[in-house]
């Protein structure tokens, strides 16, 4: 068997979004955060693939169902280098970058918790001040979140 013949080809969808060069290890995260684990569309995934501009990466298909900006942002703090891809009767109709928001609201919770966000009603705001180490500063406490430490709402 030729090297061509061991190719394995991942089925088209019709209709949803592809969630491509998810950081190898990430997918679970993604999937996770994107609630996919009960999702009743079709839902293929790919993991520790071999990519040419990543070495390894990730990827996610999920038929008929495409993403709010706020979901593709929870997306961006876990897999900066992720790319969307939204399809329709088979042809990519958009395709963009994820990209790491200066500011959050709503989205992650504050760790420390005294913080007021964690102890009244008040939804969470930060400004991202480190994208690659993915550290967050709280409007109201100003404690730092470390990328470890980062729940979503």
Do not use: W
């Not at 504050?110 to 690659?132: G, L, Q, Y």
């Amino acid at each position: 068997m030729n090297k061509e013949q061991k190719k394995l080809n991942v089925t088209a969808i019709e209709n949803g979004t592809v969630i491509d060069h998810i950081p190898a290890n990430n997918v679970f995260k993604v999937l996770h955060i994107l609630k996919l684990e009960n999702n009743k569309n079709l839902v293929l995934i790919g993991d520790n693939l071999d990519s040419k501009k990543y070495g390894k990466k990730g990827i996610v298909k999920v038929g008929n169902t495409y993403f709010e900006q706020n979901e593709i942002n929870k997306i961006a703090l876990v897999a900066p280098t992720a790319t969307f891809i939204e399809i329709k009767n088979f042809e990519v109709v958009i395709k963009k970058q994820v990209e790491v928001p200066d500011q959050i609201r709503s989205i992650v919770k504050c760790f420390n918790p005294n913080c007021i966000t964690n102890v009244e009603h008040v939804p969470s705001r930060f400004t991202i001040v480190d994208k690659a180490e993915m550290s967050l500063l709280c409007h109201y406490c100003e404690k730092i979140t470390a990328k470890n430490n980062i729940v979503f709402v």
